[in-house]
């Protein structure tokens, strides 16, 4: 969640915009827009897996992945806890397919990950 400091001058305002919030502009619009971004991945890769949709849940996963490990700390906040889960829903679809040194590989990064927190 973004929060937003009050500003109680207006020496802080230039050009219309507060200085504060010209300083973290990027920042608070690269969360608001990566934020429904995991959430729509999210939705699909349970989507898939209810539906016995394994492979699927892997190319999502994967790409999810990629797309996670371009973004900073900064613009995901729960950047790690993304990377945990996507791992844990990797675990989990080659657990299904059967896979069990991949599953058990996803998994321990899942643990490694969230052990880290």
Known sequence: MVSIPAVHSSRVFQQGIPTVFQQNIPAMLSRLLHAPVTRNYHLTITIAHNRGKYKEVLRETERMMRLVDTWSADDLN??????????????????????????????????EIASSL
């Open 78 to 111: 729960n950047r790690q806890e993304v990377q945990a889960s996507l791992h844990s829903s990797a675990g989990n679809a080659y657990l299904e397919l059967g896979n069990y040194e991949s599953a058990l590989s996803e998994h321990q990064q899942d643990l």
